[in-house]
């Protein structure tokens, strides 16, 4: 099957709020050494895109300047080397860019297949959270059965996926979110404490009351600003503080006689600048450590809403008005 030339695409017309995003005609990629071309039938919605698309977090060298981290749908064409896959096959993926278009080029090693059970839309909302959530989490804060872990902004697709992933994996999961419904469905989710932050005004009082003054093991915070001195204060001894971004800012006037004092730990991430090598890692991990999790349905995507692609507008300002609860979709093919 030839294919075309063109495509319909999203892009970034200038940088600025969600009316910049515009739909377009662009060019069908080319994959190259290692790569495949994946035709897109759902692109997931992040974060990320939405800084890229304020100006705030440019593609790395050589990636698509289109938005779009993640997507499902089918491989159209191989790049030279990439043997794992076949044309026709199935695949959800990370991608460097370029995910609200109707074709897309990634690493090959950088797809995985569809879980068993599920359709585009719940596929395409798990590469850009489980890459990040099991990484940030398992590979870097260490987080094992029995600790206690604490993660903000628990409504969200990387806050619900944490959630899971931490409860499956034995650990004791403690969350923040702005409302009561929020927090409720956190705990649906498994978290065994979700504190409403718009309520409660030192929710740092209410996780040592609730730990019985041990604080955590592990903090996943991608809050920052006038988070990081409190989340310093309730890690324990030997505890590990995981960035992963900064909704109000990365910086803050900190004490760190408390981080040796308490021999902590403190590490940062962004997933997008890794190497192909290292997202290969990650890629192999996630699916010897959570496909079958997700495939036995112990844990699963919170889908919020899915938007035309067109519609890429609506889909960012939904996401920055922070009232949803997990993923935002986009329905390309």
Not at 52 to 71: D, I, M, T
Not at 248 to 274: H, W, Y
Request: charged share 20%.
């Amino acid at each position: 099957m030839s294919l075309p030339t063109t495509m319909h695409a999203v892009e970034i017309s200038e940088p600025g709020g969600p009316e910049v995003l515009k739909p377009c005609e662009a060019q069908v990629p080319t994959p190259g050494p290692g790569e495949v071309l994946i035709q897109v039938e759902v692109a997931g919605v992040n974060r990320p895109d939405c800084l890229q698309r304020a100006g705030a977090y440019p593609p790395p060298p050589g990636a698509s300047p289109l938005p779009g981290l993640e997507v499902a749908g089918t491989i159209a064409a191989l790049g030279e080397g990439a043997r794992r896959w076949q044309i026709g096959d199935a695949v959800c993926a990370l991608t460097p860019g370029g995910g609200y278009a109707a074709y897309c080029t990634t690493h090959a090693d950088h797809c995985l297949p569809i879980p068993s059970g599920y359709d585009m839309v719940k596929a395409a909302a798990l590469p850009e959270t489980m890459f990040t959530v099991y990484y940030n989490l398992f590979t870097r804060a260490r987080l094992t059965a029995g600790e206690v872990a604490l993660v903000h902004g628990g409504s969200s697709g990387i806050g619900t996926t944490a959630i899971q992933l931490g409860k499956a994996f034995g650990a004791r999961m403690l969350t923040t979110a702005g409302s009561a419904d929020k927090c409720a469905f956190c705990e649906s989710l498994g978290a065994e404490l979700a504190i409403n932050y718009r309520e409660t005004e030192d929710w740092k009082a209410a996780i040592k009351e609730h730990t019985e003054g041990a604080g955590v093991d592990v903090v996943l915070d991608m809050v920052g600003g006038p988070y990081i001195r409190p989340n310093i204060d309730v890690l324990k001894r030997d505890g590990r503080y995981a960035f992963i971004a900064f909704l109000k800012g990365p910086k803050a006037e900190v004490d760190f006689s408390k981080i040796m004092l308490k021999r902590l730990t403190v590490s940062g991430s962004t997933l997008r600048p890794q190497t192909d090598a290292e997202k290969a890692v990650i890629a192999a991990d996630l699916l010897r450590d959570v496909w079958p999790l997700l495939e036995s349905g112990r844990v699963k995507p919170i889908l919020h809403e899915t938007f035309a692609l067109d519609e890429a507008a609506k889909a960012h300002a939904l996401m920055e008005s922070s009232t949803h609860i997990g993923k935002i979709m986009l329905a390309v093919g």
